[in-house]
């Protein structure tokens, strides 16, 4: 669906640019403008999207030992 498309889009975009992205005032407005109507949703990617964060380092972390 359209999230598949915009994570696959995002993924692409991220890895096009070196260093931290950083936002402006209006950049963090725009998003959330268009977030908070499915903020539901958007708390399920996110604790998704940490989770995987969590396990992706504590592998690093078993693999460097």
Do not use: C
Not at 4 to 26: M, P, V, W
Not at 29 to 49: A, T
Not at 59 to 64: A, G, I, N, P, R
């Amino acid at each position: 669906g359209i999230i598949d498309f915009l994570q696959a889009e995002n993924k692409i975009l991220r890895s096009k640019i070196d260093g931290r992205i950083i936002f402006t005032d209006y950049d963090k407005r725009l998003l959330i403008k268009h977030g908070l109507p499915i903020k539901r949703r958007l708390y399920e990617f996110i604790s998704i999207v940490k989770l995987a964060i969590e396990i992706s380092r504590a592998m690093v972390k078993y693999w460097e030992n």
